[in-house]
């Protein structure tokens, strides 16, 4: 992917552009990391932590698995590998978007990587197609979903808190609500809705287990290596 | 309360190291076509993993019976997910029927 790089004073690229590009964004972030807010606040995150945790990661499904399993009690250790995995996807969409951004200085190269996210990349990805903009226009429709992914989940938390039975309300269904809606939209086919269904039977199974822990570690490596070698049989 | 804090930590420095490092390294090169078609089939088991257990149990037992709200919630969750495609509008459906249901049966 090699497209032509826009000048720094391209009047093409405007502050007032760059905003609103990044609004459908941001108003995507906003509630859901409000009601992650809230899931942190139950689970007696300071706000530093808070603060912490959303500004420092950008990412919905691995924090809403994050926190689904502090609540069941897991250990970080637990929960860190599963988050990488579930991540992993940033790794290709940062190699994916690499070459275009080749004009740029390495430094700006790796600090934009930063934001790489499922929505930043659909945004930049068709972008980058026929123009590179210049990196201060790309950084300001990164800064404002981060801004807005980190006070959601901080309001979030403080209204949790304000709140003091949460399940009167429902809000202990936000993060199921959520899996529900990220699982509904990344189903593209029957291979994949088996293999949802497959891993929710051996996460299943095995959160009744001893082995509750590798719960969905092995689910997660086991659904992707059978999805693996269904798509190689196919194929041959 | 101290795991929040080592997870945000860890958490932060492996979105950072997975984003950076094909810029840093793999900027020009492929990854290979069974490795892509791996991590592809990742996110979506992963996911119904985490959703299975927290859908049909309880205290650590199965529990299908008319009693779990979540189950009967999620039945009508999905078919608004499926329907709209809209992450905001399945999570406030849930959370209101869920809200609406323990208000109805006490």
Not at chain 1, 125 to 154: D, K
Not at chain 1, 213 to 223: E, R
Request: positive net charge; hydrophobic residues 55%; contains cysteine.
């Amino acid at each position: 992917m090699t497209a032509r790089a826009a000048k720094l004073t391209d009047p093409n690229f405007t502050v007032p552009r760059a905003l609103m590009a990044s609004l459908p964004i941001v108003a995507a972030y906003l509630p859901v990391a409000f009601t992650l807010g809230i899931a942190a606040g139950q689970l007696h995150f300071s706000i530093f932590e808070s603060i912490l945790f959303f500004g420092g990661s950008l990412s919905g499904s691995a924090q809403s698995i994050a926190l689904q399993m502090l609540r069941n009690g897991l250990s970080p250790m637990t929960i860190w590998p599963i988050t990488i995995i579930v991540n992993l996807r940033y790794f290709l969409m940062s190699s994916a978007l690499a070459p275009s951004l080749s004009v740029w200085p390495k430094p700006l190269r790796y600090l934009f990587s930063l934001f790489v996210t499922d929505e930043l990349f659909a945004l930049h990805a068709s972008q980058f197609r026929t123009e590179v903009p210049p990196p201060w226009y790309v950084f300001v429709i990164n800064v404002m979903p981060l801004i807005a992914w980190t006070t959601g989940g901080v309001f979030g938390h403080l209204a949790g808190n304000l709140v003091e039975d949460t399940r009167l309300f429902g809000f202990d269904f936000a993060v199921p609500g959520m899996f529900i809606a990220l699982v509904v939209m990344q189903i593209e086919d029957k291979r994949m809705l088996g293999l949802g269904v497959l891993g929710g039977a051996i996460g299943l199974l095995l959160s009744l287990s001893p082995l509750k822990s590798w719960a969905i570690l092995i689910s997660g490596i086991v659904c992707a290596s059978v999805g693996t070698w269904m798509e190689k049989c196919k194929t041959r | 309360m101290q795991d929040a804090l080592i997870i945000a930590l860890l958490m932060a420095i492996s979105n950072a190291l997975i984003r950076m490092i094909p810029v840093g390294i793999l900027s020009g090169r492929k990854l290979t076509p069974t490795m892509l078609i791996w991590l592809k089939y990742v996110p979506v088991p992963v996911l119904c993993a985490m959703l299975a257990p927290d859908l049909l149990t309880e205290n650590g037992a199965l529990n299908i019976h008319f009693s779990n709200c979540y189950l009967w919630v999620a039945v009508p969750s999905f078919l608004v997910a499926y329907k709209s495609k809209n992450m905001f509008l399945t999570v406030l459906f849930g959370v209101a029927l869920l809200a609406l249901l323990r208000l109805l049966v006490p």
